[in-house]
């Protein structure tokens, strides 16, 4: 009898010292052109978000994070933790010799998953990319399995959103005609949870919410009118905020519904500001999108972190957060060495030490379209300072649409600091050529 209950005391222990040392499970979603305007936690008085409002007030919400200004320099940027002068070769692409933190998780034994947005194998370059139809590619990049728009077939060739044309593990989905591209991704998501309750798991959202063409979702009252389902109209907009919101809710029910949301380091962010077509009102002004351009309108967006097994004490956060650390976070929650240019924020995750980063960086290039190449630059900036490449210095704390350029004679000596704080950071890099 004694030996019996020796044995179920070490197994108990064993249990016990498992559960303490058990990998987090890490969940990434990044909405698609959403400014942090869009979400109530920032101030929106138009779109009510009750999900992520509640993560950001049960976790941490960053209020000064900063994204490159449009969709694949953000993506390159994100995935690889690298400057896109590094890295970013074409619009759409991201080259097959890259290493991911989808690699990163995957090579410390996680499962690892992407669905959504994929626009990376260079589509519009197929004359110049020689695997622009290597549906292989996630998986090369990191992720064991996918659901994804836009692997190797084009917008034109099926949308995102009402009957799309998806790609799910090398197979293309049959079309539905009153199926929902996010829904379907979502689905995937949760039935990989599922399936992966047990084991440590990574999973990628790059969602198609909330790009255009801005259409009704399921939950409009148009829905059901089939015509309506491709018509472009910004009166969508707020129900695709909505659905946005919805989907969120649904991933962490799941994570709830299997015990696990505590060990879950769950975040959410967009990939560059809205649409230049929407205006949001907010508590403070209305904000006109700025997608594509390089003031706060095009690089200021959400980022909320749920991780409730570590986050001590509730709060948001004020400090930069550049897109390339998200990459040496996930090292540090992996134990790994950071091989890129960001800077970890799991210290500001558990609370142990609140310092991130005194400025950050962007190198923009786009090279797409006379539209956004036109705001192609460089710059650095603290949190209400910005020092672009050719010496225009802003304070945005005043100017958030950087309209007057601060004077060499009127500046402060604190502010004279801060220029050749931003200067000694853009000396860092290599200029445009």
């Known amino acids: 009898m004694e030996k019996r209950l020796f044995f179920l005391f070490v197994f108990c222990l064993q249990f016990i010292f498992a559960q303490l040392v058990k990998k987090p499970n890490v969940i990434l979603i990044m909405a698609d052109d959403m400014g942090y305007e869009c979400l109530s936690t920032y101030g929106s008085t138009e779109y009510k978000t009750p999900v992520l409002d509640k993560l950001a007030n049960e976790g941490i919400r960053f209020d000064n994070c900063v994204s490159q200004p449009l969709c694949t320099p953000s993506r390159v940027k994100i995935m690889t933790g690298k400057y896109n002068y590094r890295n970013y070769e074409y619009f759409g692409y991201l080259g097959s010799n890259e290493y991911t933190f989808g690699n990163l998780f995957q090579d410390a034994g996680y499962e690892t998953c992407i669905a959504g947005k994929w626009q990376l194998n260079g589509l519009a370059y197929k004359n110049e990319i020689k695997d622009w139809n290597d549906s292989s590619k996630p998986n090369k990049l990191g992720f064991d399995e996918y659901c994804l728009w836009q692997l190797t077939k084009t917008a034109k060739d099926g949308g995102r959103f009402a009957n799309p044309l998806i790609d799910q593990n090398g197979e293309l989905l049959p079309r539905e005609e009153n199926a929902y591209g996010p829904d ?11 399936r992966n309750k047990d084991e440590p798991f990574f999973v990628y959202y790059p969602m198609v919410l909330v790009h255009d063409p801005f259409v009704p979702t399921p939950d409009s009252q148009d829905w059901e009118l089939k015509e309506k389902r491709f018509k472009n109209d910004t009166t969508y907009f707020k129900d695709m905020v909505a659905y946005t919101d919805k989907i969120v809710g649904q991933i962490v029910s799941k994570l709830e519904e299997h015990n696990i949301s505590e060990n879950t380091l769950l975040i959410f962010t967009g990939d560059n500001g809205t649409h230049y077509t929407i205006y949001s009102t907010t508590k403070e002004r209305t904000v006109r999108g700025a997608k594509g351009n390089t003031t706060n309108g095009g690089t200021h967006v959400p980022m909320i972190v749920s991780w409730p097994e570590k986050n001590r004490n509730k709060e948001s956060h004020k400090g930069l957060i550049e897109f390339s650390d998200f990459y040496a976070t996930f090292s540090e929650v992996l134990g790994v060495e950071n091989t890129s ?30 539209r956004v190449n036109q705001f192609r630059n460089q710059f650095a900036r603290t949190e209400n300072y910005k020092l672009y490449q050719d010496g225009k210095f802003y304070n945005l704390k005043n100017d958030v649409l950087e309209k007057e350029p601060l004077l060499e004679s009127g500046l402060s000596r604190k502010e004279k600091k801060i220029r050749n704080q931003l200067k000694k950071e853009l000396q860092d890099h290599p200029k445009f050529k």
């Open 341 to 370: 240019d960001g800077k970890s924020f799991y210290n500001v995750l558990t609370q142990d030490n609140l310092d991130t980063r005194e400025t950050a960086f962007v190198h923009y290039d786009p090279k797409w379209g006379k």
């Open 184 to 194: 379907i991704f979502s689905n995937y998501i949760l039935d990989f949870i599922d």
